[in-house]
């Protein structure tokens, strides 16, 4: 692992904002838009930078547009074989994926990825 790089944090949207019951289903899009802003203001708390993050979209939240500090990706098929694919690709980066999902957990930690949970990061 390349201890120097940039943690690279991924975020699965759709876990993130499914994990808080506050009307989220009306506005799908919106919700993402609203997790991406709060992740370019407040980062993520207790990992210092470098990050770099991106944030994975699907379904009716694709399109989401980046900002500054957060690279947004709309995954074309699956979210998940999206996240594995980042993992997969970054070689040997430090990555953390912030998801509550138990197979994709397993997934990209079988490739050495760390993971956390939703309450990590700012909603």
């Known amino acids: 692992m390349n201890d120097t790089a940039a943690l690279l944090v991924i975020v699965d949207a759709a876990n993130v904002v499914g994990?808080?019951?506050?009307?989220?289903?009306?506005?799908?899009?919106?919700?993402?838009?609203?997790?991406?802003?709060?992740?370019?203001?407040?980062?993520?708390?207790?990992?210092?930078?470098?990050?770099?993050?991106?944030?994975v979209v699907e379904g009716a939240a694709r399109g989401?547009?980046?900002?500054?500090?957060v690279r947004v990706e709309s995954a074309p098929g699956s979210g998940d074989d999206h996240m594995v694919g980042l993992v997969a690709g970054a070689g040997d980066r430090p990555v953390l994926v912030v998801t509550a999902d138990r197979e994709l957990r397993r997934r990209v930690t079988a490739l050495g990825a760390e993971v956390t949970g939703p309450r990590s990061v700012p909603r």
């Open 19 to 55: 994990s808080v019951p506050d009307g989220w289903w009306r506005d799908r899009r919106g919700a993402a838009e609203r997790l991406r802003d709060r992740l370019a203001a407040d980062g993520v708390p207790d990992r210092p930078g470098p990050l770099e993050i991106v944030l």
């Open 64 to 69: 989401v547009e980046p900002v500054p500090g």
